[in-house]
């Protein structure tokens, strides 16, 4: 069956996108690049096929999967081939393929399983997510690993192991290093922020989070096996002590995987039933530092243009792990960076390297703190500082010390809202009329999950569903989520920022110096116009980016007096 000629009798493609796809074929079929080039969908490709080669073309991810029978098969064939065992017809086994010209495949399945195959196209994304998640993310390479261990009769890894040298050599055994690749592999693919391998009484847990919330990863039971392998393996690759299992470890790794840089944070924490892994993972391909991608608001983002450019003076951000904060910070550094203009960082650690900046990494082991940091960046002569963290009454005074002499100072801080940011310093020691002169501004930020623009649909809210604080007039649509396969079911793909920007002037001045509270300092802010975290929120569902319940997930009703 001649492809091309296939495609073109479809009226999918013409002759000259051919014979333009011919030349970066290099071994791959015709079909293949078009659909990589964007000139045609797999769906009518494998439609295509269907037709002209009397097969059917299956949604796999509608279909119902005989999981008894999917575990008849052997696990490395179903892998490798990429072929999903779907369930029983007249006497056949259906068999999910996005490949109905690789026969030998099919024919081997059959083969080793023993059952009469009847294959179907499907889309092959969606048979790999699935066979992921019926036999597990490394399903293949444990196959490997339970066939090794039954072959030499022990158990691989074991917790008892007291040997580092044996400990340190079968942790470097190619199944374990191709397992612990895929687990992060599979979490780059999906986008994960995070990856947590949880040790339980029973068993192993993994979980991804994915635009801020955890999601279990399904992965084979006999992985819990080798979790010993798995966390020596992490153990080497971070260069911490494989041998200490009674105290908590911090490490790095540097990957990098499909040509794109990744940088892996690995804490590593001893509990109950074994060592607790999270990764965090920084992918500095998808990093783009620049103010205007960061999303706020046109009167916002003038005004925050105008702090980021003042002399001298205190900016915080402020906002809970994991909403933000240095992607911001990092953006305002780029905005303001010139070669005219000196820029040091103390952060840790240092997550994402920016040329032109000169970065500082903190080790409080040695007495590098964030405080003694910020001393002796003094001597450097800089004109713009960022501190990675306010966590101490030290680091705090330092910063207003930078910010008295004549220095810009970014920093970020863990409060609430934007008006706590005045009351958490002073709790940290600091004189209120030092803080009142020195703090320009504080941005408080979060993330909400945008829609997914591929399945989002418009709907009419019912009256109770609005808030009693929700901007009026109410609008008669608004928008909600509802799951496809670009999306993974989720109904939301990616993450965007609300923010609250308080502005100081004379008057929160003086409630400052005052000792007055949060909320006094949030209602006199809120008067005056400030755009609230609730608002900035709403406004993003009212253009259809998010949905109030993700708003009401993360942002607190405000109250005013």
């Known amino acids: 069956m001649d492809i091309a000629q296939t495609l073109i009798r479809h009226n999918l493609v013409t002759r000259p996108q051919v014979e333009a796809a011919l030349p970066q074929a290099a071994g791959k079929r015709v079909d293949r690049v078009l659909v990589e080039m964007g000139v045609v969908k797999e769906d009518d490709v494998l439609r295509a096929f269907a037709e002209e080669l009397g097969m059917d073309f299956v949604e796999v991810k509608q279909e119902s999967i005989d999981k008894e029978l999917l575990m008849q098969f052997p696990t490395t064939a179903v892998f490798r081939h990429a072929l999903l065992p779907l369930g029983r017809r007249n006497g056949?086994?259906?068999?999910?393929?996005?490949?109905?010209?690789?026969?030998?495949?099919?024919e081997e399945l059959s083969a080793v399983s023993g059952f009469h195959l009847e294959p179907v196209l499907a889309r092959r994304l969606d048979v790999i997510e699935l066979i992921k998640e019926h036999l597990g993310v490394g399903g293949d390479t444990l196959n490997e690993l339970v066939a090794q261990r039954s072959a030499e009769g022990i158990e691989l890894l074991s917790d008892l192991s007291t040997d580092d040298s044996d400990l340190a050599q079968?942790?470097?055994?190619?199944?374990?290093?191709?397992?612990?690749?895929?687990?992060?592999?599979?979490?780059?693919?999906?986008?994960?922020?995070?990856?947590?391998?949880?040790?339980?009484?029973?068993?192993?847990?993994?979980?991804?989070?994915?635009?801020?919330?955890?999601?279990?990863?399904?992965?084979?039971?006999?992985?819990?096996?080798?979790?010993?392998?798995?966390?020596?393996?992490?153990?080497?690759?971070?260069k911490l002590n494989i041998?200490?299992?009674?105290?908590?470890?911090?490490?790095?790794?540097?990957?990098?995987?499909?040509?794109?840089?990744?940088?892996?944070?690995?804490?590593?924490?001893?509990?109950?039933?074994?060592?607790?892994?999270?990764?965090?993972?920084?992918?500095?391909?998808?990093?783009?530092?620049?103010l205007k991608n960061v999303g706020m608001p046109d009167q916002m983002a003038q005004t925050f243009h105008e702090l980021i450019g003042l002399p001298h003076g205190i900016i915080l951000v402020t906002g809970p792990t994991g909403s933000g904060k240095t992607s911001t910070l990092y953006s305002a550094l780029n905005e303001i960076k010139d070669p005219t203009v000196k820029i040091i960082t103390v952060e840790d650690p240092v997550e994402y390297q920016n040329p032109g900046i000169s970065q500082i990494q903190v080790h409080?082991?040695?007495?590098?703190?964030?405080?003694?940091?910020?001393?002796?960046?003094?001597?450097?002569?800089?004109?713009?500082?960022?501190?990675?963290?306010?966590?101490?009454?030290?680091?705090?005074?330092?910063?207003?010390?930078?910010?008295?002499?004549?220095?810009?100072?970014?920093?970020?801080?863990?409060?609430?809202?934007?008006?706590?940011?005045?009351?958490?310093?002073?709790?940290?020691?600091?004189?209120?009329?030092?803080?009142?002169?020195?703090?320009?501004?504080?941005?408080?930020?979060?993330?909400?999950?945008?829609?997914?623009?591929?399945?989002?649909?418009?709907?009419?809210?019912?009256?109770?569903?609005?808030?009693?604080?929700?901007p009026v007039p109410a609008p008669d649509f608004l928008w909600k989520p509802i799951g496809c396969r670009e999306c993974k079911g989720s109904g939301y793909a990616g993450r965007r920022a609300i923010f609250?920007?308080?502005?100081?002037?004379?008057?929160?001045?003086?409630?400052?110096?005052?000792?007055?509270?949060?909320?006094?300092?949030?209602?006199?802010?809120?008067?005056?116009?400030?755009?609230?975290?609730?608002l900035s929120g709403f406004q993003r569902v009212l253009d259809g980016s998010t949905t109030l319940e993700e708003v009401m997930r993360i942002t607190k009703r405000d109250m005013m007096g």
Do not use: W
Request: proline content about 5%; some cysteine.
């Open 243 to 290: 041998a200490e299992k009674r105290i908590p470890q911090d490490g790095r790794i540097k990957l990098r995987i499909s040509g794109r840089e990744i940088d892996v944070r690995v804490s590593i924490i001893p509990m109950v039933h074994g060592e607790g892994v999270v990764m965090r993972l920084l992918d500095k391909g998808r990093m783009v530092f620049n």
């Open 364 to 470: 409080s082991k040695v007495g590098l703190t964030f405080a003694a940091g910020l001393r002796s960046i003094l001597r450097h002569d800089p004109d713009v500082i960022l501190i990675g963290e306010i966590r101490d009454g030290e680091t705090a005074e330092a910063a207003i010390q930078a910010a008295l002499t004549g220095h810009l100072v970014f920093s970020t801080l863990h409060t609430n809202d934007a008006p706590g940011a005045f009351a958490r310093l002073i709790d940290m020691g600091v004189e209120p009329y030092l803080v009142s002169s020195t703090v320009e501004g504080v941005l408080a930020q979060r993330l909400v999950r945008v829609l997914c623009k591929h399945c989002k649909e418009q709907y009419r809210p019912d009256p109770d569903e609005i808030p009693e604080d929700f």
């Open 92 to 106: 056949s086994v259906i068999v999910a393929t996005s490949d109905p010209f690789n026969l030998e495949a099919i």
């Open 500 to 534: 609250e920007l308080l502005r100081t002037d004379p008057e929160i001045g003086k409630l400052c110096i005052n000792r007055a509270s949060t909320a006094e300092m949030r209602d006199y802010a809120l008067k005056k116009g400030m755009i609230s975290l609730r």
């Open 170 to 238: 079968q942790a470097e055994n190619a199944s374990v290093i191709k397992l612990v690749n895929e687990l992060l592999v599979e979490a780059l693919e999906q986008q994960a922020s995070d990856v947590h391998i949880e040790p339980q009484e029973y068993g192993l847990t993994v979980r991804y989070r994915v635009d801020g919330l955890l999601r279990v990863q399904p992965v084979p039971e006999s992985i819990s096996h080798f979790f010993a392998a798995i966390v020596t393996r992490l153990k080497i690759m971070s």
